[in-house]
C-alpha cells in the first residue's frame, strides 16, 4: 500500500520540530529513523497529516556525560549504541539490548528517541531502560520537563510524550566497575521481537550494599518492573543467589504477568527469561 497523502517538513534543527509540533500537535508525526513510521505509514495504520523530518540532525546523534549521567541525543542509532566503546564500557546492558534489536539495516538506521516515543512493550529499550532508572528528557513550546522511565512507558505504544512534545534525550547513570547485568530475550529468531525478556541490573552501594533492579518485557502492555522480585533477589546481599531466591523471583515474574493479564505461557516465559537473565549476570555473561 501507498501512505495517504501528508506534507511534508524538513526540521531545521530539534528546536525548530519542537516549534512545528507545538502548531501542528496530534496531526504531526515527527520522522526519525523511518523504520517503524515508514511501515506505519505505508500500511495506512498512521495518517499524519504532516511528517516533520529530524533524521538528518547530526548534532541530535551525540552522547554525552555530565554531572554523573550519560546523556543520549534521540537521534542516537541503534548501531551506535551496539558499537561505541564509551557504551560498551559504561552501560553495557544497553549495548546488548541493542544486539537484540532486529538486523543490522534496521539498527543503522533506527534511533533510541524513535524506540523511547514508540513504547513498543515487546521492544528491548523500554524495559532496559526501566531497569537502569533512566530518565527521559521531552520538550515543547510549553518548556522542558524529564520523566523517569518508569512512569514513562503507560500501555501499548502508548507514553507520556503529549501531543505537542518531543524526545530530546535520555540521560542514565552510567554502571560502576563493579556493577553486574543480566539480559536474556525469548524469540523465534535471533532477529525478531522478543517473546519475553527480561534485564537485571545490579548496582553496588557503599558497605558492599547491593540494589537490584528487574524488568520484564514482551510480556504486557508496558515493561513489568519487578520490585519483588528486585526485594527477594537483594535480601542478604550476597555475591551469589540461592536456588530458592531465583524460584522465588521467578515466581514474582509469572504472578505480574498473571496480574497484568498476560496469557500462561507469557508468564511461564517471564520466569524463565527472569532465571536465565540472574544466571547471566552471575556468570559475567555478555549475551547475545
Ligand atoms: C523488520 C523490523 C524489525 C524490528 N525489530 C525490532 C526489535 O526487535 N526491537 C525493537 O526495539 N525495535 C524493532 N524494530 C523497530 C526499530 O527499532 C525502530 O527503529 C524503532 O522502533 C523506532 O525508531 P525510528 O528511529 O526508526 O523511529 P521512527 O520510525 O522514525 O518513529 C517511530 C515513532 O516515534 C516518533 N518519534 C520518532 N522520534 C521522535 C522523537 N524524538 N520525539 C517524539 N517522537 C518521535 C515518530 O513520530 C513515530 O511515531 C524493528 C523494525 C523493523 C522494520
Redesign the pocket.
Known amino acids: 500500500m501507498t501512505p495517504a497523502a501528508f506534507d511534508y517538513v524538513r526540521a531545521e534543527s530539534l528546536a525548530h520540530a519542537v516549534e512545528l509540533k507545538g502548531a501542528y500537535g496530534v496531526d504531526a508525526?515527527?520522522?526519525?529513523?523511518?523504520?517503524?513510521?515508514?511501515?506505519l505509514l505505508s500500511m495506512r495504520l498512521?495518517r499524519p497529516g504532516v511528517v516533520i523530518d529530524?533524521?538528518h540532525l547530526a548534532e541530535e546523534e551525540t552522547i554525552t556525560e555530565d554531572n554523573g549521567a550519560i546523556t543520549l541525543g534521540?537521534l542516537v542509532r541503534?548501531r551506535t549504541l551496539e558499537r561505541e566503546g564509551r557504551i560498551g564500557a559504561t552501560l553495557p546492558v544497553l549495548r546488548v539490548a541493542a544486539q537484540?534489536?532486529?538486523y543490522p539495516s534496521?539498527r543503522n538506521?533506527?534511533?533510541l528517541?524513535?524506540?523511547v516515543?514508540?513504547g513498543?512493550p515487546?521492544?528491548?529499550?523500554p524495559a532496559t531502560l526501566t531497569a537502569l532508572s533512566a530518565r527521559i528528557h521531552l520538550a515543547s513550546h510549553r518548556g522542558a520537563r524529564e520523566v523517569a522511565a518508569e512512569d514513562f512507558f503507560l500501555g501499548g505504544m502508548i507514553t507520556a510524550?503529549a501531543d505537542d512534545?518531543?524526545?530530546?534525550g535520555v540521560s542514565v547513570v552510567p554502571m560502576g566497575a563493579n556493577d553486574q547485568f543480566g539480559f536474556y530475550e525469548v524469540s523465534d529468531r535471533k532477529?525478531?521481537?522478543?517473546l519475553a525478556g527480561c534485564a537485571v541490573i545490579r548496582r553496588w552501594g557503599a558497605h558492599g550494599r547491593a540494589s537490584t533492579r528487574v524488568a520484564l518485557f514482551g510480556v504486557a502492555e508496558q515493561p513489568l518492573l519487578l520490585e519483588g522480585a528486585a526485594a527477594v533477589l537483594d535480601e542478604g546481599g550476597t555475591e551469589r543467589w540461592s536456588d530458592d531466591a531465583l524460584t522465588a523471583a521467578a515466581d514474582v515474574a509469572r504472578d505480574s504477568v498473571d496480574r497484568a493479564g498476560g496469557s500462561r505461557v507469557k508468564a511461564h516465559w517471564a520466569g524463565v527469561a527472569l532465571r536465565r537473565a540472574a544466571a547471566n549476570l552471575l556468570a559475567g555473561a555478555d549475551t547475545r
Open positions: 508525526s515527527l520522522l526519525a529513523g523511518g523504520q517503524s513510521l515508514v511501515p498512521a529530524i533524521g534521540p541503534h537484540h534489536v532486529a534496521v538506521f533506527g534511533t528517541g524513535g524506540a516515543a514508540l513498543d515487546a521492544a528491548e529499550y510524550v512534545e518531543v524526545v530530546r532477529c525478531d521481537y522478543a
